[in-house]
């Protein structure tokens, strides 16, 4: 018995006499761990021996155990003092040491970019959304009566003809007079009052196309229309719209002018102008009272309802806020312009 | 339309400035869009012809004596026209600027010409940029010439500013002066007097036209040349030598009227229409307007007849048309174009003078089948003013003859075949308040109505009535009221409310929604949007191997852009292609818009669709480059649509989409519903948009598939989360290379059963150690109890299941 109480004892001394040692010799937190699990891990010199404590005599387990138990702490606490202290190191190290290189390229992650047609149209579809408007579309190609008839241009006007318009073949192979690629967003407005009743605001922004090509025309060009009809709805409130409008999809209050002009599906029609605080006027887009045939040709009564209307060029907002010099740079796809927005 | 500032200052007697009246025809709706002026150049004077001798040396050139007020010199001039010693001329001294079209001024300085020095220029119109007259350097009238030494700015009245207006088709009254002074006047709230010319008695004979018509004519005899150059405008050009008028309220006129850009006299009228009456015809038949020949009909063509038009074009006719006949036949297609055998010669003594009024709706039709839009038709199919026929005839006579030096004759016919009636339109007060916003002040109605030529029928609180005047085709209803009163009371009186919006219950369709998500989504994943033209050539689409049953245009500006496309690939190739071409490492590139499908029905289908392209290269300054491939694309698909709670499933093959490669193609699904196709482009497709060798990874979605499997999964709920941990196993193995690892890792799950929560592939390994035809796999299984926490011992078991199902059901070799 005498042997196994010998060799606990000395196996005690030993580990008391070194741990310090042990432990101090390590230089980082992982060989701190390493030296730290020898003595004390499920291995670990410590653990090994107090397994044989209960070979200990009796009459020297108490006094063993509280020497081991001391022994045990002495490490614990040596053990966190040396890693609290190689962590301030470590730290140290850091704050003081060589500087990252800022100059080696950024790992990207690379997000993608929205068409700056479709960020105006977002924009514009969101400040109408919050002014309670909702978003409406329709076909590209449409008939002649929802491009034109319906919203009052006399048959045969000059907007119809086959200089401005694109017509579709029909399946016989000729010319279909009756369908075609619509020139307006304006087929929105007839489309949604067909199907619904008064009162209704609503706006749609879509691809429309023209019989246009040069410098400062692209065949296909986007547009946005807006519509409000209610009971005693007044040009008042139509320059209220935009003013509210403009100011915030400008982020500041601008100033709105509206100029008489003609637009067969309204009337009074006109030109909207708006103007930055200290800025020049810009040409906006059109607008008017909603024309009392439009109403007729809808199944709505034109005198218990009035409503405004207004389309603009998408492209050329665009253009001015983005700085594009020419509309066809919008359909070019360069993708040197698609990733610059 | 342009419109010259004097002439409209003569007409109102309103002595605003160019610019301010600019802006008031700006604020009523007639658009001034560019002040174009005419200003006298300095150093320009008249001067006197004194002598002219032949050049030494130049057959062309002449050499001429002026004498320019102060002293007399010899200039070299090239122009055929210098008059005789005695007659005035225009001299450009030395240093005097003179305007050109390029903008810097070209100065006259001492020039050697012919072999002489020569220290001045007589000058055209042109060149001093004062009008667009024609060949040739200005010269005085004979009578009343200014003395010479007389400053250019004081000889002529020089210096006018021409207003280039936007008009809009609702106001042909504003084609002329008279629409635009009378909206002036209305705005300045003085009273417009237009000149009124005797009319001449007019004799109602011949025959009364078919439809909506009315045509008057007078005649003009010629006592010199005639003035006047082939009214429609489509004619041969320059028509013929112009006389110069001798006083200067002529060539005031001339002037004006070519400044306006106009090519004759008369083009401020184009209801004239001036007859060739040639070889004396009209002379040997009577010329006092008395003789059988002097017929005038207006009829509709027969099917077959043909006409010879002034631009020397047989036209076939059709029973739409509408013709003014003489005695012997057709002499002009009403409206639009002249007859060739009317047209205007320099021998040319006299002219029947017509004034017509035409149904607008029949001039458009004419001109739109025989494609000419012509300054006729321009006017005619806006719409003249019936109730002033008679009153043009009568100016336009008394023009010719004061101008041309000719006598007006002093009798006319007038075939009418309906006379027009005045509409009568009541303004209700109330509904003009209510339209416009604000309570319009009770006088103004009736005032502005009156200012524009309304006739007041009656007026009392409520409303007012009037007839509206024949030159404005544009007023039938109350609302046309409303607006005039609301143009010139001024739109600036309108005030700004915040209206009232009812918002719908339903709000913004969840499809558009759902497409809008969907590009933030794509951008978001790393892509960026491209936006191609809808139409594109049949060639791009057969190149493309899409669908060639297509919505073609039938009127397309060229063959690529000719059709509708049945595919966003052309579009998206054509931008890899130039990415690649410019030596951009790569594109990342979608496209979401429509593709269209003929029916049968009268409109086509049309189908949004999503497009995805990747090509060219990935990879940074740490890490390997190389090609994008299959995989990227399926990841970019994996991220576009994950935001929405639901993983794309890839099932080899997609037996509709040739345009994709045999052998790395896939057909995409979602929630178990077929959306689209992936894979790599067919190498021969890539070919054909001469892409050789470049690999290009493309995604074609269903847009409306998309959405209706994100419908049906709805909104993604919280999952129970799992609270005990979890433990993996790894499994390696060598299977067949055909076998797919996605049916590897489905056998594997199914093998280890309810305790495995997943199977993800770590490594894939084909080469040395592994033999030919089998691969490497290696999958790290997750298992994991929702009610405990897992023992060894569970897990053992379960991923021994897993390692013979490998080896049993797959004919793995574990590793």
Redesign the interface.
């Known amino acids: 018995m005498s042997d196994a109480l010998k060799a606990f004892e000395d196996g005690l001394d030993e580990v008391e006499a070194s741990y310090r040692e042990v432990l101090s010799g390590a230089a980082d937190e992982p060989s701190l761990r390493a030296a730290n699990a020898k003595l004390v891990g499920p291995e670990g010199r410590l653990t090994k021996l107090l397994k044989l404590m209960k070979s200990v005599p009796g009459d020297r387990r108490k006094d063993l155990g509280q020497r081991s138990n001391a022994v045990k702490n002495a490490i614990k606490e040596l053990f966190d003092g040396q890693l609290e202290a190689l962590a301030a190191a470590a730290r140290e190290a850091e704050l003081t040491g060589p500087a990252l290189d800022v100059t080696l390229p950024g790992r990207r992650p690379l997000p993608g970019r929205l068409h700056p047609i479709t960020r105006i149209k977002h924009e514009l579809m969101d400040v109408f959304t919050s002014l309670g408007f909702d978003i409406a579309d329709g076909p590209e190609i449409d008939t002649h009566e929802n491009c034109f008839d319906k919203l009052g241009f006399p048959p045969d006007h000059p907007a119809t003809d086959m200089q401005d318009t694109f017509f579709v073949k029909g399946a016989d192979g000729n010319v279909d007079p009756r369908t075609l690629l619509r020139t307006h967003t304006s087929t929105i407005q007839i489309r949604e009052m067909s199907r619904r009743e008064p009162p209704l605001a609503v706006v749609g922004p879509g691809v429309v196309y023209r019989r246009d090509d040069d410098a400062t025309h692209s065949p296909m060009f986007h547009q946005l229309e807006g519509l409000l009809v209610d009971e005693n709805v007044s040009m008042a409130d139509l320059q209220g719209a935009l003013q509210v409008f403009l100011s915030r999809l400008f982020g500041e209050v601008v100033e709105v002018r509206l100029r008489p002009s003609y637009f067969p599906f309204v009337e009074p029609g006109a030109e909207v102008d708006a103007r930055r605080p200290g800025g020049e006027w810009m040409e906006i887009g059109g607008c008017g009272m909603v024309h009392p045939v439009v109403f007729e040709h809808v199944g709505y009564d034109p005198e218990k309802w009035t409503g405004f209307a207004f389309g603009m060029g998408i492209d050329r907002m665009a253009m001015v806020k983005y700085g594009v010099p020419n509309i066809k740079a919008l359909f070019e796809n360069d993708v040197r312009f698609l990733s610059s927005f | 339309m342009r419109a010259s500032y004097e002439w409209l200052k003569e007409l109102t007697g309103i002595g605003a400035s160019p610019e301010e009246m600019a802006e008031k025809l ?4 007639l ?1 001034v869009e560019a002040i174009h002026r005419f200003p006298a150049p300095e150093k320009v004077v008249v001067a006197e012809v004194r002598a002219i001798r032949p050049h030494p040396k130049r057959d062309k050139l002449r050499l001429v004596t002026l004498f320019d007020g102060s002293a007399e010199d010899e200039i070299v001039c090239g122009a055929p026209n210098v008059p005789d010693p005695g007659g005035r001329v225009l001299f450009a001294q030395l240093g005097a600027a003179l305007p050109t079209e390029e903008g810097a001024p070209f100065v006259i300085s001492e020039r050697a010409i012919g072999g002489g020095p020569s220290r001045g220029m007589i000058c055209s119109e042109s060149e001093l940029g004062i009008g667009a007259g024609g060949e040739g350097i200005f010269v005085f009238g004979a009578t009343n010439a200014p003395t010479p030494g007389t400053p250019l700015a004081d000889a002529l009245p020089v210096g006018d500013a021409v207003f280039e207006i936007g008009l ?4 042909p009254d504003c084609l002329g002066h008279l629409g635009s002074a009378r909206d002036l006047c209305a705005i300045y709230g003085v009273p417009f007097a237009p000149p009124t010319p005797p009319a001449p008695p007019l004799r109602a004979e011949g025959a009364v036209p078919p439809s909506d018509a009315r045509v008057a004519l007078g005649w003009a005899e010629g006592g010199r040349e005639v003035a006047l150059e082939d009214d429609a405008g489509g004619g041969g050009g320059g028509g013929g030598e112009r006389r110069r008028a001798g006083g200067g309220r002529e060539r005031r006129r001339q002037r004006r009227e070519r400044r306006r850009g106009a090519r004759g006299l008369w083009r401020g009228r184009r209801v004239l229409h001036g007859r060739r009456v040639g070889g004396g015809r009209l002379r040997e038949r009577g010329a006092r307007g008395e003789s059988e020949e002097e017929r005038e009909e207006v009829r509709l063509a027969t099917a077959g007849e043909t006409l010879e038009t002034l631009d020397g074009e047989t036209r076939e006719l059709t029973p739409d048309d509408l013709l003014i006949c003489d005695g012997e036949g057709p002499v002009a297609l009403a409206g639009v174009m002249g007859g060739a055998n009317s047209e205007i010669e320099d021998a040319t003594r006299h002219v029947a003078i017509e004034c017509a009024y035409f149904d607008p ?1 029949s001039v ?2 004419t001109s ?1 089948r025989t494609g000419l ?1 012509t300054d006729a038709s321009h006017r005619f ?1 806006r719409g003249v003013d019936p109730n002033a026929v008679p009153a043009v005839l009568a100016r336009a006579a008394q023009l010719m003859a004061e101008l041309g030096g000719g006598v007006a004759l002093a009798e006319a016919l007038d075939v009418v075949a309906q006379p027009h009636e005045a509409p009568r339109i009541t303004l209700r007060r109330d509904r003009l308040d ?5 309570a319009v002040p009770k006088d103004v109605p009736a005032r502005v109505l009156a200012a524009l030529g309304a006739t007041l029928v009656s007026e009392d609180d409520a409303a007012v009535t009037v007839t509206a005047p024949s030159w404005r085709p544009d007023l039938s ?1 109350e ?2 009221l ?2 005039e009163v ?2 010139i009371h001024g ?2 009186h ?11 219950a ?4 969840p499809r ?2 759902f497409e ?1 998500a969907l ?2 989504q ?14 594109v050539s049949p060639a791009e689409l057969r190149a493309a191997r899409a669908p060639l049953d297509t ?7 060229s063959e690529e ?1 000719s059709v ?1 496309r049945t595919s966003l690939l052309p ?1 998206l190739v ?2 890899a292609r ?2 690649l071409r ?1 030596q ?1 490492p790569e ?4 496209e979401l ?2 593709v ?1 499908a ?1 029916t ?1 029905d ?3 289908e ?1 189908q949004p669709r999503l497009g995805l392209l990747l090509a060219g290269r990935t990879g ?3 890490g390997a480059e190389r090609e994008r491939d299959f995989y990227d694309l399926k990841g970019f698909l994996e991220a576009v649509l994950a935001p929405g709670g639901l993983v794309p499933t890839l099932k080899a093959g997609a037996p509709d989409a040739p345009w994709l490669h045999p052998k790395r193609q896939a057909t995409v699904q979602l929630a178990g519903r077929v959306v689209g196709t992936a894979g790599e482009l067919h190498p021969e497709v890539a070919d054909a948009f001469e892409l050789e060798g470049v690999r290009l990874q493309y995604a074609d979605l269903d847009v409306t598939a998309l959405f209706a499997a994100f419908e049906a999964a709805g909104v993604p709920q919280a999952p129970a989360l799992a609270r005990f941990p979890a433990v993996t196993r790894d499994v390696a193995m060598l299977v067949d290379d055909g076998l797919e690892a996605g049916a590897v890792a489905a056998s594997l799950a199914e093998a280890g059963g309810a305790l495995v929560e997943d199977v993800a592939l770590f490594d894939l390994y084909r080469g040395d150690n592994v033999p030919e035809g089998r691969k490497s796999l290696a999958f790290r299984v997750t298992y994991r109890d929702a009610d405990g926490t897992l023992t060894d011992k569970r897990v053992d078991k379960a991923h021994a299941k897993v390692r013979k199902a490998a080896e049993s059901a797959l004919g793995a070799t574990l590793r």
Not at chain 2, 26 to 29: I, P
Not at chain 2, 168 to 171: D, I, K, L
Not at chain 2, 587 to 590: G, N, V
């Open positions: 700006t604020a009523v709706g658009e809009t088709p609702n106001r709706r458009r039709r739109r839009h199919e209510a339209l416009l916003g604000y209803r609302v046309d409303i607006e609301a143009r739109y600036e309108v005030p700004t409310a915040v209206p009232r919006v009812r918002p719908s339903t709000g913004t369709a558009i929604r809008r590009r933030e794509a951008a978001a994943a790393g892509l960026f949007e491209a936006v191609s033209y809808s139409f919505v073609a245009l039938a009127n397309p500006l852009r509708m579009g054509a931008a130039q990415a410019r951009a594109a990342l590139l979608f818009g429509r269209f003929p049968g009268r409109l086509p049309e940074g300054w740490i």
